[in-house]
Every structure is written in C-alpha cells, then in structure tokens.
C-alpha cells in the first residue's frame, strides 16, 4: 500500500507566497509523474503541475510562471513553490503519485491541503 500525504497549506495574503510539500511513502519501487491538482468549491480538479521522475515539469496554464514544482527522487516528495498568489488559486490542493508496480501505474491521492488566497 502506499500513502500520499500533504502539508503547507494555510491562509497566505493576495500577492503572497505559500509552498506545499508531498510525500509517498510505502510499497514504492518507481514513481512515474507526481504532482499537484486542485479544485475549487463548485468546479472540477484541474491540473497545476507535475514531475516526471526525469524532471519534465508540466503547469496549468493559469500557473505558468509564478508556480515551481521541484522533485526528490531518492526521497519520494514533490514540493510546489506559488509566488504572487491571486485570490482565484483558493482550492483545496491535491497531491497525486503514479506508481510503477510492473505491469500497471497505480494512482494515489492525497487527502488534500486547503489554501486560501484572501486579504
């Protein structure tokens, strides 16, 4: 089994930073993509960003250029960096993992991180 947990979320001012940190832990013997994704109150998860386990980042549009993902292949964690914060990223934060166990990617989920964009 394996265990996706969340933290660094919280209440951050418009303009603000805030970074969240992911771990996987478990019967893990590759990672695939891990990531975050969000979803706001009334609408779908959306993609913010994710890590290939080479270092291939994809981003949301929306968070193109003020986000970072960075990843800790050795120590199974993903952390995102969000700088200059809009009031419209408040969503509940969702860390995801594929892992590997030949022959199929299983998909974990974290049990999510609130963030809050407000003044």
């Known amino acids: 089994q394996v265990q996706v947990v969340e933290s660094g979320g919280g209440l951050v001012q418009p303009g603000g930073s805030l970074r969240l940190s992911c771990a996987a832990s478990?019967?893990?013997?590759?990672?695939?993509?891990m990531g975050w994704y969000r979803q706001a109150p009334g609408k779908q998860r959306e993609l913010v960003a994710t890590?290939?386990?080479?270092?291939?980042?994809t981003y949301g549009d929306s968070v193109q250029g003020r986000f970072a993902i960075s990843r800790d292949n050795a120590k199974n964690t993903v952390t995102l960096q969000m700088n200059n914060l809009k009031p419209e990223a408040t969503a509940v934060y969702y860390c995801?993992?594929?892992?590997?166990?030949?022959?199929?990617?299983?998909?974990?989920w974290g049990q999510g991180t609130q963030v809050t964009v407000s003044s």
């Open positions: 478990g019967s893990i013997a590759v990672i695939n993509t």
């Open positions: 890590s290939t386990s080479s270092g291939t980042t």
């Open positions: 995801q993992a594929n892992v590997f166990s030949a022959p199929r990617v299983y998909t974990y």
